[in-house]
């Protein structure tokens, strides 16, 4: 993740484009907005269902943890990263289609932890499931980076 030249804005389109083998891509997840305090974004129902064709409550973690991480490695900053170590889910209701959007809002920024609210709704704006996110923040190892691909 790189900030624009200047404008302390995320460049989104390089965000979404970055690290193509990574789950986020597979489940079709495209963030729409990121800061340090808010991160959204959208995925499909469709593919990441289970053999019900109801949305996957896996999948729903998975859209949380994205948004929810994207967040907190903003907060981290330069020379450092973020790391999910613990996340809860309630699902409270069903998706067979569209989309669900995801909405992290963190909850918690100190100097070692960060913790995200994430929200994902259904096209009807109904929730659909409510998860919480912690991620710690650790130095980024020299030279360590993703796996080439």
């Known amino acids: 993740m790189t900030m624009a030249d200047g404008s302390g804005q995320l460049d989104l389109s390089e965000l979404n484009q970055a690290y193509p083998d990574a ?14 305090l808010r991160v959204v974004g959208i995925m499909p129902v469709h593919g990441n269902t289970q053999p019900y064709g109801l949305l996957h409550g896996g999948a729903s973690c998975v859209l949380a943890e994205t948004l929810g991480s994207t967040g ?3 907060q981290a ?14 699902h409270h209701r069903a998706a067979s289609a569209g989309h669900v959007t995801g909405v992290a809002t963190r909850l918690h ?5 960060a913790t995200y609210d994430i929200v ?8 659909v499931c409510t998860a919480r996110l912690s991620c710690l923040f650790r130095d980024a190892v020299p030279g360590a ?3 080439a691909s």
Request: glycine fraction near 14%.
């Open 109 to 113: 920024a100190g100097r070692t932890l």
């Open 72 to 74: 907190a490695a903003l």
């Open 120 to 127: 994902i709704t259904d096209d009807r704006g109904q929730r």
């Open 77 to 90: 900053g330069s020379g450092r990263v973020a790391v999910g170590i613990e996340i809860s889910a309630t």
């Open 145 to 147: 980076g993703p796996p």
């Open 23 to 36: 789950v986020q891509h597979r489940m079709g997840i495209k963030i729409t907005e990121a800061s340090a």
